[in-house]
């Protein structure tokens, strides 16, 4: 089976990614952002409770905080939400008015950040442990976006691992299929190691991790920030 370092060591620009999965009860998420510019370098991941937000670390080297500036995990209902852009807001405010996941990223699109059009990658973690995972890209063809979801049932040691880019580029390749299986194992500091270690050093921004009980909905987190030496 695929490990965190055969799906990411040696690949210089994965982009942003989400990870999700089991391990002995608890609901595992994981979410990383990397960067090549000045200004997408200049962020920082920060925890306010049950929420991540993600900051510049200075202010004075801010050229434009448009994309870059979003949270990237919430507690909504019951159910954790992890994505790449501002569609977090767009997905709890679905839930929290009665509708669903997907209908909440029908009325969403990939970024409009041309020539890469990044796709936005979404995943939703049910108190069951029960999780589906969506992109939106850019069509092949045209500028139609393309909406794939996938659903997966709770599975001890196993996760499933997304990004926007299959690596580096210009433009930047979009991920191609569906989200990655891959075994997971231990704590979350643990598992923040090998992720960080996998991400290319130069690129890596930050990455938070988080386990929630399933039984009782505490978490765990950890998180690493290059801005702050990490």
């Known amino acids: 089976m695929n490990t965190i370092s055969s799906l990411l060591k040696g690949n210089p620009y994965p982009g942003r990614g989400i990870l999700v999965g089991t391990i002995r009860e608890r609901a595992v998420i994981a979410y990383f952002l990397m960067g090549r510019s000045e200004n997408s370098r200049n962020r920082v991941f920060r925890e306010e409770g049950d929420t991540l937000r993600i900051d510049l670390c200075d202010d004075g080297k801010a050229t434009s905080t448009k994309l870059i500036l979003y949270t990237p995990v919430r507690v909504c209902n019951g159910s954790i939400i992890v994505t790449n852009g501002d569609q977090t807001e767009t997905i709890c405010e679905s839930l929290l008015g009665g509708h669903s ?58 996760g499933r691992l997304i990004h926007t880019y299959e690596s580096d580029g210009d433009p930047l390749p979009t991920f191609v299929g569906e989200p990655r299986e891959l075994a997971l194992s231990g704590e979350p500091e643990e598992l923040a190691s090998e992720l960080w270690s996998a991400l290319d050093a130069d690129n890596r921004i930050s990455l938070y991790v988080r386990y929630t009980d399933l039984a009782n909905g505490r978490f765990e987190s950890a998180m690493r920030n290059k801005q702050f030496g990490d």
């Open 101 to 158: 996941f997907q209908y909440a990223l029908s009325t969403r699109g990939y970024e409009p950040d041309a020539p890469n059009y990044t796709p936005r990658i979404s995943a939703m973690v049910l108190p069951t442990g029960r999780y589906t995972i969506g992109m939106l890209r850019k069509s092949s063809r045209s500028v139609d976006c393309v909406r794939k979801y996938w659903s997966y049932d709770a599975q001890e040691g196993i």
